[in-house]
């Protein structure tokens, strides 16, 4: 059974570095074709994906944050971890992590979610 | 950046059928991916592959593609889809990796 869960900070002061963990189990991150991902919803807007990190290490980042985002794995450990750099209030939402099947670019399982809030 | 247009609402009596549709330029060509998201919760992957089902999601929820345009059809609603629905696909051609839609609220009259 494959599980995710997102931790980190739930407030932010603007400029400040946000760094966020995904725990997960029931799959392995050096298996070919998997990838976890990260993924954000503001408070009543649609889904916005962020960043991508496959088994391989190769990373895939959104163009509109690309210079703000870091995606890195630790397989050893089961997480992810996202950092992004300069929040400001229009990044408060709830961010999500994802399991990328090896089959398809598609996110097959999430995590419950993490509001982040930005404000001083 | 490929763009993904939905309606921002459909609106369907219980036992009607709900169709949900998702624009994009030439998305015919391309693989299309639904969720499911309910209030407070995280998204369900409904449908795959434009008409593939995950197990456990009920027959009645079906898809299409073709041409500029994606669907996704519940069928037989129940209260119980009342829930926001986004399409998704994987825009290899641009640095946009995973492109989701504009989201659809579908209520259930």
């Known amino acids: 059974q494959i599980t995710l869960k997102e931790s980190g900070p739930t407030l932010v002061k603007p400029t400040q570095t946000l760094t966020l963990t995904c725990t997960f189990s029931?799959?392995?991150?050096?298996?070919?074709?998997?990838?976890v991902g990260w993924i954000r919803q503001p408070p009543g807007k649609a889904l916005e994906w962020l960043a991508l990190?496959?088994?391989?290490?190769?990373?895939r980042y959104s163009p509109s944050l690309k210079s703000r985002l870091t995606i890195t794995k630790d397989t050893s450990k089961n997480q992810v971890v996202l950092t992004m750099t300069n929040m400001d209030p229009v990044d408060t939402a709830t961010y999500y992590c994802a399991h990328r099947p090896s089959w398809q670019q598609l996110v097959d399982y999430w995590g419950q979610g993490t509001l982040v809030t930005v404000s001083s | 950046s490929y763009v993904l247009t939905q309606p921002p609402s459909v609106s369907v009596a219980p036992g009607q059928t709900a169709r949900i549709t998702c624009g994009g330029n030439?998305?015919?060509?391309?693989?299309v991916h639904w969720y499911q998201q309910k209030p407070g919760q995280a998204p369900v992957l409904v449908v795959y592959d434009d008409s593939d089902r995950p197990s456990g999601i009920p027959e009645r929820f079906s898809g299409s593609n073709s041409g500029n345009t994606a669907t996704l059809t519940i069928s037989r609603v129940e209260a119980g889809d009342e829930a926001d629905y986004y399409c998704q696909v994987w825009d290899s051609s641009s640095d946009l990796f995973y492109v989701f839609g504009t989201g659809t609220k579908v209520t259930v009259l």
């Open positions: 029931g799959f392995s991150l050096s298996t070919s074709g998997v990838g």
């Open positions: 990190i496959y088994w391989n290490d190769d990373k």
């Open positions: 030439n998305i015919g060509s391309k693989s």
